[in-house]
């Protein structure tokens, strides 16, 4: 017979749950509905700013299309003409292909990102979310 989830999760477990939803927090703040997807572009674009957006479509494994959905959700204009989040800002080449557009965090991204390293290295978690 197998044991309730409950009876097997350690303090350590439960902190490193704690953890993650408070890193996860300032993103969902910013947005409740903000999908999973659209959270690993953002944390890949904090990770390697400046890529295009065909290498963040390829790295995270979605149509370029796709990509550009997420990038113009995150951006200052979402795809339904709204309101972004305001989080990343596409640069437009000055020389070579003019269509190539490289992805960067804004100050508000930045910002996240440093909420986002708080709730990942506090000794003691509390519960944000």
């Known amino acids: 017979m197998h044991e309730p989830a409950r009876s097997i999760m350690t303090p350590q477990r439960r902190r490193a749950a704690m953890r993650l939803g408070n890193a996860l927090a300032p993103l969902y703040r910013l947005d409740p509905n903000i999908r999973l997807r659209v959270v690993r572009m953002f944390l890949l674009v904090a990770q390697e700013g400046g890529l295009t957006v065909g290498e963040l479509a390829e790295r995270i494994g979605v149509w370029k299309t796709l990509a550009s959905r997420y990038l113009s959700d995150l951006g200052t204009v979402d795809r339904h003409g709204k309101p ?43 519960r944000r979310f």
């Open 84 to 126: 972004g989040l305001g989080l990343i800002m596409m640069v437009q080449r000055v020389y070579g292909d003019r269509r190539e557009k490289h992805v960067y965090l804004t100050e508000q991204g930045l910002d996240i990102i440093d909420q986002i390293e708080v709730a990942l290295t506090e000794p003691r978690p509390r």
